[in-house]
């Protein structure tokens, strides 16, 4: 129900944000919209890139077949997350780590602004755009150290090249995030969905195993997904300004 701040959320849900021990948060592009991040779906100003859709240059076959246009691709990106801060929705969720005893932050973000807001632990199910990684050996270097401004780095270790830390579509996930992230999604007792489409899977199925398993399930966002016929609750707004009311 749309409503003043005081009657946005239902008294069943301050109650349980009250009580509860085990909470888990996913978060997407949308919670950092208000950082100025461009979301992928619904307008995001980084939907194309020179011509091309993100579908595709966030892909394997274009890593395979030109990765010097990846590395522009992400290279333009990093450049325009440097200036940007983490908002009040970043602020709220790391709050959150204090406030109950078992909480589990997972993100489909590689933007780094969870950490900069000082969340302690992130489940990075997507990598991270401050991170390149050797295509041959197990190296990973801090982007935030190296600039990376044209062509393919070389490894340090080995001299193969190295790509983005990140995961493109027809990729795996980093070994064990999701299986850390479901597992915790089986036992929450409150979850909430802040700011994703909630297409992309298999992140898309944390906050359905969180269901499956009884947990209330909280969407924010300030459109419906195909995820919000599963909500407990449906918050429609912007994550920076719904989730400080919260706590
Ligand atoms: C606000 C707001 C405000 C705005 N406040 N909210 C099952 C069925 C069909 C296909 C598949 C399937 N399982 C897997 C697949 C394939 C594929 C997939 O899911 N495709 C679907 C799109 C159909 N998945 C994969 O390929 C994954 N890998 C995989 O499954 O491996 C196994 C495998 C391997 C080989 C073959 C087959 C399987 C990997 C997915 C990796 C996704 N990578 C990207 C790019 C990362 C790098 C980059 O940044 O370029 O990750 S895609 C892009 O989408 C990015 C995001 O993390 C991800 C999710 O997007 P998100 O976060 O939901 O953002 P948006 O923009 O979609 O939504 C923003 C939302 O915010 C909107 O709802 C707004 O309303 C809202 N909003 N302002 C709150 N102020
Ligand atoms: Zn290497």
New binding site residues.
Partial sequence: MQAGPKQLFSEELRGRFGEANRVLVL?????S??SGVP????G?NAAVWKGIP??V??S?GMLERDLPAVWE??NY?RGLLEALKPNP?HEAIARWQDRFSDFTLVT???DGLHQAAAAREVIE???S?WRARCVHCAAHHNLRELRIDNGVPACFDCGSSMRPD????????PAGAFERAAAKAAVCELCFV???????????AIPEIARAAGAYVVE????R?PLSELCNEVLT????EILPLLG
Wanted: proline share 4%; no cysteine.
């Fill in positions: 978060t997407g592009a949308g919670v919209a208000e979301t992928f779906r619904g995001g993100f579908e240059i966030s394997a691709w992400f990106r929705a489909q973000n590689i199910l997507h990598g755009i990140v995961v493109l579509f027809g990729e795996m996930l802040v700011g994703t489409s909630a297409v992309v899977y298999p992140a898309a924010v966002n300030p459109e997904t707004g912007s994550a920076g």
